[in-house]
Every structure is written in structure tokens, then in C-alpha cells.
């Protein structure tokens, strides 16, 4: 076998392969496409599918938020803050908690969202409406950088 390898077009089959070499990389890929968890713990560097949006209650006072997202084509939450000069994590200071979900009632994720989906309650409300005030108001001086989605 090491001859064969020293050769410059040498080709290795299967059946000079140890079995033992062959059952380890299956299990590993098999542990690979574990996807993205495993015992409930996230792992780095693997991507969430995505699933179908999940209609989720929402609390009534961030109806107009919502109402001015969907007739915006969705801007993304990142740019929304940027257009209201604050950051994501002061609309909603849990960091466990999924914001899209909490803002608009939807998350693209459903399912397999790793964070929790709860209804903001009547003073969180509060506080995001003050904090997006401007996007309520005006919500057609947000442009989407990328052209958003399509109605």
C-alpha cells in the first residue's frame, strides 16, 4: 500500500481502506448533520433552517409597528434601529428572547427558532413604541438597502 501511494497516479479502493477507518467517518458525519443541535445546546457555525412563518400573538399596542413593517416590504430590525438612532438590544434587553417574534408576531424560523417566543407585555409595548416612534410615524423614510421583500 505505501508503494502505491508513493506512485504519482496511484488510486486507493475501498477495500485497502481498514474497516475501521470507513465506520469512524460515517459516524462523523453523522454527527455532523446533527443540524446546528444537539442535547438543546446551540453550536457555533451552524445555520438554522429556515421555516414557515409563524403567526404569533402580539400585543396590541405594537399593532401600528407591525402594520408600518408590513407596508414597508419587512425592512430588517438592524436597519429600523439604525433609522430610529438606537440599537437592537434596547427595544427588548432579554437576550433569549426571539425579537422579531416580540415586534412583529412572526418569525421567519417557526419551529426551530432558538430563542424564546413571547408576547411583550403592556410597559415592554410601551417602551418599543417610544423607542420606534419615528418608524411609526414615518415609516416611508426607511428605504431597504437591499429592496426588501416583495409584497
Given at each position: 500500500?505505501?508503494?502505491?501511494?508513493?506512485?504519482?497516479?496511484?488510486?486507493?479502493?475501498?477495500?485497502?481502506?481498514?474497516?475501521?477507518?470507513?465506520?469512524?467517518?460515517?459516524?462523523?458525519?453523522?454527527?455532523?448533520?446533527?443540524?446546528?443541535?444537539?442535547?438543546g445546546?446551540?453550536?457555533?457555525?451552524?445555520?438554522?433552517?429556515?421555516?414557515?412563518?409563524?403567526?404569533?400573538?402580539?400585543?396590541?399596542?405594537?399593532?401600528?409597528?407591525a402594520?408600518?413593517?408590513?407596508?414597508?416590504?419587512?425592512?430588517?430590525?438592524?436597519?429600523?434601529?439604525t433609522?430610529c438612532?438606537?440599537?437592537?438590544g434596547?427595544?427588548?434587553?432579554?437576550?433569549?428572547?426571539?425579537?422579531?417574534?416580540?415586534?412583529?408576531?412572526?418569525c421567519?424560523?417557526?419551529?426551530?427558532?432558538?430563542?424564546?417566543?413571547?408576547?411583550?407585555?403592556?410597559?415592554?409595548?410601551?417602551?418599543?413604541?417610544?423607542?420606534?416612534?419615528?418608524?411609526?410615524?414615518?415609516?416611508?423614510?426607511?428605504?431597504?438597502?437591499?429592496?426588501?421583500?416583495?409584497?
Open positions: 500500500m505505501q508503494h502505491g501511494l508513493a506512485v504519482k497516479h496511484a488510486e486507493i479502493t475501498h477495500a485497502e481502506v481498514p474497516a475501521q477507518l470507513l465506520a469512524q467517518t460515517v459516524l462523523k458525519k453523522r454527527q455532523n448533520n446533527s443540524g446546528g443541535q444537539t442535547d445546546k446551540f453550536e457555533l457555525g451552524k445555520k438554522q433552517k429556515l421555516g414557515i412563518n409563524k403567526q404569533t400573538a402580539l400585543n396590541p399596542i405594537l399593532k401600528p409597528i402594520d408600518a413593517w408590513l407596508a414597508n416590504r419587512k425592512p430588517k430590525l438592524k436597519d429600523m434601529c433609522y438612532n438606537i440599537y437592537p434596547q427595544l427588548i434587553v432579554d437576550t433569549k428572547r426571539c425579537k422579531s417574534n416580540t415586534l412583529f408576531g412572526l421567519p424560523f417557526a419551529d426551530s427558532c432558538y430563542f424564546t417566543h413571547e408576547t411583550a407585555s403592556d410597559e415592554e409595548a410601551k417602551k418599543i413604541l417610544g423607542l420606534l416612534g419615528k418608524f411609526k410615524d414615518q415609516p416611508e423614510g426607511l428605504k431597504p438597502r437591499y429592496g426588501g421583500q416583495s409584497k
